[in-house]
């Protein structure tokens, strides 16, 4: 009996491995494809000077691209690829999708709806999860850099602090007043099922006259 369930066990296990690897595998694909769309978004930026910001789309590789104002663009639609975030610390370099859906997460970094686009002069909230894209998120420093690739602008910003907020603390989707980036992924980083905690990363832009970032507002 002993033996039987043993062999049970062990099944199920393999199981549960062969369907795990399958998903990450299925993700990863998923990613490189957006990622290729992201790429190609960018590399397209400076070929159209007369996009329409009224009829502008987020990764439509034929249409035209958004204008230079992200505060006239049209809403991205839901699981668009907008964009790209790199990570020049980590030497990562994630397609950003529209929405915070588990099937956006499983493509990328997912831009909460509700936030600012770069830009915007105002909040940017990022998510992704902690076992992917933003594994390992808690290595960053003061300082450390993230850059943001628009079809319509090349945007930086410098990590002022990182912060641990319980998963269920929304006050950190709030008006800023400023531009903000903001990057979200839960915690602790090894934990195993739903995470009870969030690590949060706030970064402001870079000035392009000193090549520094400014200090947030108080």
């Known amino acids: ?16 491995t062969g369907l795990s690897a399958s998903q990450l595998f299925r993700d990863h694909a998923s990613q490189q494809e957006a990622l290729a769309i992201a790429e ?49 610390t980590l030497d990562e370099t994630y397609p950003i999708i529209e929405g915070t859906e588990e099937q956006m997460l499983a493509r990328g ?3 909460y709806p509700t936030t600012a686009l770069p830009g915007g ?16 998120l808690g290595e960053l420093q003061p300082g450390d850099r993230f850059i943001i690739e628009m079809g319509y602008g090349r945007y ?15 006050t950190i989707i709030a008006p800023q007043g400023e531009e903000v980036l903001t990057l979200s ?20 832009p870079i000035a392009a006259s000193n090549d520094q970032p400014p200090q947030p507002a108080s």
């Open 40 to 88: 190609t978004l960018i590399a397209a930026r400076g070929t159209s000077p007369t996009a329409d910001p009224d009829t502008a789309q987020f990764g439509n590789l034929a249409g035209s691209l958004p204008a230079a104002d992200p505060e006239t663009l049209a809403e991205p639609a839901a699981e668009a690829v907008i964009g790209l975030l790199q990570i020049p």
């Open 121 to 136: 002069n105002e909040q940017i909230l990022l998510s992704g999860h902690r076992g992917t894209v933003f594994q390992r």
């Open 109 to 111: 970094v997912g831009h």
């Open 156 to 170: 930086e910003y410098a990590m002022h602090r990182a912060t641990i907020v319980a998963a269920d603390d929304t």
């Open 185 to 204: 992924t839960c915690y602790p980083f090894g934990y195993i099922g739903s995470a009870p905690d969030r690590y949060i990363i706030y970064a402001y």
């Open 1 to 16: 009996m002993k033996k039987t369930i043993g062999i049970a066990l062990l099944a199920f296990g393999i199981l549960l």
